[in-house]
């Protein structure tokens, strides 16, 4: 399922494709609260992932529903954001790897031993500078 959030500071808007809008609306009441949101520019991509492999793109918000699973953020770009929150009970191996040497988070080079997510509902919110990534 793929879920959209804007937030215009007041109040949210949910697109979920194909589900009944009042579904989206139940949704942004009980969840809305648990998704970082960084004004001014627009609303997150929802997706939940499930297998061992993604590669994020701006501006998706990554709900980890598998135990082990390797996270490569994009190429840093400027005001590029990824969210990440694991939701799987037991937690295996989840890591948050950059796209490349040299390209940290908060100063550390993860590309090659990833950034570790270990317990459930942890959360991690990543912006770029356009040349590394930073904790928010």
Do not use: H
Not at 76 to 101: C, E, F, L, M, Y
Request: charged share 15%.
């Amino acid at each position: 399922t793929r879920m959209s959030v804007q937030n215009d500071g007041d109040s949210a808007l949910a697109n979920m494709e194909g589900a009944d809008p009042a579904l989206a609306q139940d949704f942004v009441t009980k969840a809305y609260g648990d998704l970082a949101y960084a004004g001014g520019g627009g609303g997150w991509s929802l997706v939940t992932e499930t297998t061992a492999a993604r590669s994020a793109v701006n501006n998706e918000f990554i709900l980890v529903n598998v135990a082990t699973c390797v996270i490569t953020l994009p190429a840093p770009a400027i005001n590029t954001r990824v969210g990440i929150k694991v939701i799987i009970a037991t937690v295996t191996d989840i890591q948050i790897k950059t796209s490349g040497a040299g390209i940290t988070i908060d100063g550390t080079d993860y590309s090659a031993t990833g950034l570790a997510l270990s317990a459930q509902y942890e959360q991690i919110n990543l912006i770029s500078d356009g040349t590394n990534w930073f904790i928010y």
